[in-house]
């Protein structure tokens, strides 16, 4: 599977550039550990839902980066528990 292909796809798709009414989180194109900057060409606004697998589809596109497999792993988590959430739990959680 192309994992980059489907990742470019959902930014195309879900970001938007302009802050949404409802609900959004802001996402690096390229995320900042993997030389990204904090520029305006380089964020986009995503549903709490696509931003979720964007970051799972950043993992499988970069396996063995220690720092994205950490920031998708503190989203699956809720609280201080151990429980793990899907995209939909996890917009749920966050609208």
């Keep these: 599977m192309n994992y980059a292909k ?19 989180e802001r996402h690096h194109i390229v995320p900042k550990c993997l030389g990204g900057l904090d520029e305006e060409s380089n964020l986009i606004y995503l549903s709490a839902e696509a931003h979720y697998v964007a970051h799972q589809l950043l993992v499988k596109i970069n396996p063995t980066h220690y720092g994205l497999s950490y920031a998708a792993m503190l989203m699956t988590r809720v ?10 739990y996890y917009s749920w959680l966050k609208c």
């Design 6 to 24: 489907h990742y470019e796809s959902l930014i195309n798709k879900h970001g938007s550039v302009v802050k949404p009414k409802e609900y959004a």
């Design 79 to 88: 609280g201080k528990g151990t429980k793990r959430v899907n995209n939909k």
